[in-house]
C-alpha cells in the first residue's frame, strides 16, 4: 500500500499519521484516566491493562498479518522482540527524561504505587525476560510454544482482573453510565490509534523496502518502531499529564503483549518449527538487556535523567548494530 506514492509520498504519510496518533491518543488517555479513578483500579493497573491493551493493537494487527500469510514471520517475531527493546530502551528513556524535565513529584516512584501494582509491573518484565531466553534455549519453537505463550497471557490477565487493585484515594465512585461512556471514548481514540499506525507502519515499510533494508532487520527496527509509537505516543502523553506511573504500567504491559500474544500468535499458524536462536539471538540479548536496566531501576525506586539517557543510547547502540552490514 501507498507503493505507488514514492518516497516523498510516504514520508508525508507517515509524518501525517503521527499526528492523528498524538490527538487520538490524548483522547484515550483522558478517558483511561477517568475510568482508573471512577472503578477504582490503580493507575499503574489501569495502564498494564487497558491502555497497553490498546497502543499494542499496531503490533498486533502486523502478528495477524503474519498469521494470514501477509507478512513473514521473520517479520512477525522480529517485530515482538524489537518492539520489547523499542518501548523500554526508547519509550521509557523519553518518558524518564521528559519526567525529570518536568520535576514530577512521583519521580520517587514507589510511595505513588501500591504493593500490588509494583508486583504486577516486576512480573511482567519477569515475562518480558525469561520467554525470550526460553526460546533461544529450546532452539526451535512450533505451534505448541504459541499455546503456552496466549495461554499465559489469558490466564495472567483473567488473575488480574478478579483480583484487582482498589485504589481508596481519590476513587470517584461514579455510575455504570458514565464508566461506559468513558469506555466508549477510550475505545474510540484507540481505534483512533490502530487506524493511525496502519498507514504508519505501511509508510515506514515502504520506506525501507526503497532504502533496500532487509526484512529481518526491518522487521526488528523499522516496523517495530513504528508498531511501538503509539505505545510511545500515549506514554509520553501520560507523562506530560503528570502520570508517569500510568505511563511505565503502560511500556511494561506492552512487552507483556509482545512476548506472549503478538510472538504467540505468528508460532501458533506456523507450520514448521522455526529456529529462533539461529536468527534473533543478537535481538533477544539486547531484549533481555533492556529488561534487566528498567528492573534494577525500578528496584531503586527513583529514576532520574541519567536512567532514561542511559537507556537511549542503549537503544542508538542497537540500531547501529542492526543496520551495521545488514543492507540488502
Not at 531466553?133 to 490477565?157: D, K, M, Q
Not at 511501538?228 to 502520570?243: A, D, E, I, T
Not at 531501576?297 to 547501529?320: D, H, M, Q, T
Request: hydrophobic share 55%; glycine share 10%.
Amino acid at each position: 500500500m501507498f507503493a505507488e506514492i514514492g518516497l516523498l509520498g510516504n514520508v508525508f504519510v507517515l509524518l501525517a499519521s503521527i499526528v492523528v496518533l498524538d490527538r487520538t491518543s490524548d483522547l484515550a488517555i483522558g478517558h483511561s484516566v477517568r475510568i482508573a479513578d471512577m472503578t477504582g483500579f490503580g493507575r499503574t493497573a489501569t495502564g498494564f491493562i487497558l491502555v497497553s491493551f490498546y497502543s499494542s493493537l499496531a503490533a498486533l494487527s502486523v502478528s495477524i498479518f503474519s498469521a494470514v500469510g501477509l507478512q513473514t514471520i521473520d517479520v512477525a517475531v522480529g517485530n515482538a522482540l524489537g518492539s520489547n527493546i523499542a518501548n523500554i530502551a526508547l519509550g521509557l528513556g523519553i518518558c524518564f527524561l521528559l519526567a525529570a524535565a518536568k520535576r514530577l513529584d512521583h519521580m520517587n516512584l514507589f510511595p505513588s504505587m501500591k504493593k500490588e501494582e509494583i508486583e504486577s509491573l516486576y512480573f511482567g518484565l519477569f515475562v518480558a525476560s525469561i520467554i525470550p531466553l526460553a526460546l533461544v534455549y529450546i532452539g526451535y519453537v512450533s505451534r505448541i510454544i504459541g499455546i503456552i505463550l496466549l495461554a499465559i497471557f489469558l490466564i495472567y490477565t483473567v488473575w488480574f482482573s478478579k483480583n484487582r487493585i482498589v485504589n481508596g484515594e481519590g476513587a470517584l465512585k461514579g455510575d455504570s453510565q458514565s464508566v461506559h461512556s468513558h469506555l466508549l471514548l477510550t475505545l474510540l481514540g484507540g481505534a483512533g490509534v490502530v487506524v493511525s499506525s496502519f498507514f504508519f507502519i505501511n509508510s515506514a515499510s515502504n520506506i525501507a523496502s526503497s532504502l533496500g533494508i532487509l526484512e529481518l532487520t526491518a522487521g526488528s527496527t523499522i516496523v517495530a518502531f513504528g508498531t511501538s509509537v503509539p505505545v510511545l505516543v500515549v506514554s509520553l502523553g501520560l507523562v506530560r499529564k503528570g502520570h508517569l506511573n500510568m505511563a511505565i504500567g503502560n511500556i511494561v504491559g506492552s512487552c507483556f503483549m509482545d512476548t506472549t500474544v503478538i510472538l504467540g500468535i505468528p508460532l501458533l499458524t506456523s507450520t514448521l518449527a522455526f529456529n529462533v536462536a539461529a536468527a534473533f539471538s543478537s535481538l533477544v540479548v539486547f531484549s533481555v538487556i533492556t529488561s534487566l536496566f528498567l528492573w534494577y531501576f525500578l528496584s531503586s525506586g527513583r529514576i532520574s535523567w541519567k536512567e532514561g539517557a542511559l537507556l537511549v543510547v542503549l537503544y542508538a547502540l542497537f540500531l547501529i548494530i542492526s543496520f551495521d552490514g545488514v543492507r540488502a
